[in-house]
């Protein structure tokens, strides 16, 4: 199997609308999909840069004088790119969410179809897993995460039956939060009401929704004039994410005005949303919540 399946590969980097010798940026380099793709239109003086908190992507490298990886979390991009002397970029890829490849190991505790410790960490640096998440939050937060992240109406009750069970004896492994939420789980229902059980808790211990905000205010000062943002989301928050700071600049309410009603903001749109064709839907089930958004820096 391998490490990962680029999702929207061909739109995600057309987006980009590559110069032969301009600076890139993957910045969830994964499998390398989407890297090996944009190197394919780069000339010999194009830079491609990729970030991956994974340590397990480093094994994908690709060998290219043209393409340095970096094993840090996105939202430090600014700051690693500085590292390196960049601070203007022509193009930044993203392609937000799990890699086939946490998916498909199971010790990860990514998926709901193996029994794993409760982990879900995308970097083993951090120190947050999902294991904290289940036995250490409050009522509140972890009500807060279940109904915001994985868009629960019983986030509720699941929060009092976890707190009432881990008091009992501590929480350990994924087929042990099932257990305990087992009443929440009508068979017909069991497999998608755990995925959004496992999708929240995830998306806590990987802070996705902030390191998804940081990232996005770092990418004006980034992008040169006339520089592309080409971002692949597949859950609702990530996307409103996307298309606001697209669309105004910020992530909530309406662009500020200057004294001649004049709109001030980063980006302009390039066409509407992408999503995966039923072709490749068919041959990658991953890629069906796919939304791909593109906006050019003015």
Do not use: C, W
């Not at 980097?13 to 780069?42: A, M, P, Q, W």
């Not at 340095?68 to 930044?92: A, P, S």
């Not at 937000?96 to 960490?121: C, I, Y």
């Not at 807060?144 to 707190?163: E, S, T």
Request: hydrophobic residues 40%; charged residues 30%; aromatic residues 10%.
């Amino acid at each position: 199997m391998s490490y990962h399946n680029p999702v929207l590969l061909k739109e995600s980097v057309d987006g980009l609308d590559i110069k032969e010798d301009g600076v890139y940026v993957d910045v969830t380099f994964g499998g390398g999909g989407h890297s090996r793709e944009i190197l394919k239109s780069l000339g010999s003086n194009g830079k491609l840069f990729a970030f991956d908190q994974d340590e397990d992507a480093l094994v994908n490298v690709i060998e290219d004088d043209r393409f340095t990886l970096i094993n840090e979390n996105f939202r430090y991009i600014k700051q690693f790119l500085k590292f390196y002397g960049i601070r203007k970029v022509d193009g930044i890829l993203a392609d937000f969410g799990v890699s086939s490849h946490q998916f498909d190991k199971a010790e990860r505790g990514f998926s709901t179809r193996f029994n794993a410790d409760l982990d879900m960490r995308m970097s083993k640096k951090n120190m947050v897993s999902a294991y904290s998440v289940v036995n250490e939050y409050s009522f509140d937060d972890l009500r807060k995460v279940l109904f915001q992240y994985g868009d629960l109406r019983n986030a509720n009750a699941m929060a009092n039956k976890i707190i009432e069970k881990r008091e009992e004896a501590k929480i350990k492994t994924t087929e042990g939060l099932k257990e305990v939420l087992k009443q929440f789980l009508p068979q017909h229902k069991e497999h998608k009401i755990l995925a959004q059980i496992y999708q929240a808790i995830r998306i806590e211990v990987n802070q996705e929704v902030q390191v998804i905000e940081e990232f996005l205010l770092q990418t004006p000062d980034l992008l040169d004039a006339g520089g592309r943002l080409s971002a692949i989301s597949y859950h609702s928050l990530e996307d409103r994410l996307v298309k606001r700071f697209i669309r105004a600049g910020q992530f909530e309410g309406e662009p500020e005005k200057d004294f001649y009603g004049n709109v001030d903001v980063p980006f302009k749109k390039v066409g509407g949303l992408i999503v995966p064709s039923r072709e490749e839907i068919k041959e990658n089930n991953r890629a069906r919540s796919a939304k791909l958004r593109i906006g050019v820096k003015l």
